[in-house]
């Protein structure tokens, strides 16, 4: 069984950095690819960025290309997201995932985090 765990919320304001992390149990987590997510009320799950089991892929949403960098380390089971930037509009719970399809759809990834609240104040 494979437990994530999202860490590194808060509040910033406009223009600020956060650090997110993804901590990792369990066994496989450095042959997957991971991904993170994020939800703002009323809205759908929407994805952010992505990374490769090898750390050598990425892909990010046009939305956040240039201010995030999604980043992992598979010694420590740990992924990252540095949000720099940030903007009143990335104000969501942000979640961590394991890919298990080949797209990134949320419905191809599971072991879903419970989350970590990001709000970004003007």
């Known amino acids: 069984q494979v437990q994530l765990v999202e860490s590194g919320g808060g509040l910033v304001q406009a223009g600020g950095s956060l650090r997110l992390s993804c901590a990792a149990s369990?066994?496989?987590?450095?042959?997957?690819?991971m991904g993170w997510f994020r939800q703002a009320p009323g809205k759908d799950r929407e994805f952010v960025a992505s990374i490769t089991w090898s750390g050598t892929g990425k892909d990010y949403a046009d939305s956040v290309k240039g201010r995030f960098t999604i980043s992992r380390d598979n010694a420590k089971k740990t992924m990252y997201l540095q949000m720099n930037s940030l903007k009143p509009e990335d104000t969501a719970v942000y979640y961590c995932a394991r890919r298990i399809g080949s797209t990134d759809n949320p419905s191809d990834y599971t072991y879903w985090g419970p989350g970590t609240q990001v709000t970004v104040s003007s």
């Open positions: 369990g066994r496989g987590f450095s042959s997957y690819a």
